[in-house]
C-alpha cells in the first residue's frame, strides 16, 4: 500500500487548477485515441451513457451522501 499513500501525498498537494489541467489532459488524451481508432465512436450511445452512471457512482455519493 507505500504506493497509494505516496500517490495520497501527491495528490493533497493539487490546487483546483491543477485538478483541472489534469481533466483536460485526460479529455485531450481521450481524443487522441479517438481520432487513432474512430471506430470506437461506432459504438451504440447506451454504452456511453452506461459507463457515465457507473463512474459517477461514486462521486455523486460522496459529494451528496457521505457525511
Known amino acids: 500500500m507505500k ?3 505516496d500517490m ?3 495528490i493533497k498537494k493539487f490546487g483546483i487548477i491543477d485538478e483541472k489541467l489534469a481533466q483536460l ?3 485531450f488524451f481521450a ?3 479517438v481520432k487513432i ?3 470506437i465512436m461506432e ?3 447506451g454504452w ?3 459507463l457515465l452512471v457507473i ?3 461514486k462521486p455523486l455519493y460522496v459529494f451528496y451522501i457521505k457525511k
Open 37 to 39: 481508432f474512430p471506430q
Open 3 to 5: 504506493i497509494w499513500d
Open 43 to 45: 459504438i451504440n450511445a
Open 48 to 50: 456511453f451513457v452506461a
Open 31 to 33: 481524443l487522441i485515441i
Open 25 to 27: 489532459a485526460a479529455i
Open 8 to 10: 495520497n501525498q501527491r
Open 55 to 57: 463512474c459517477a457512482i
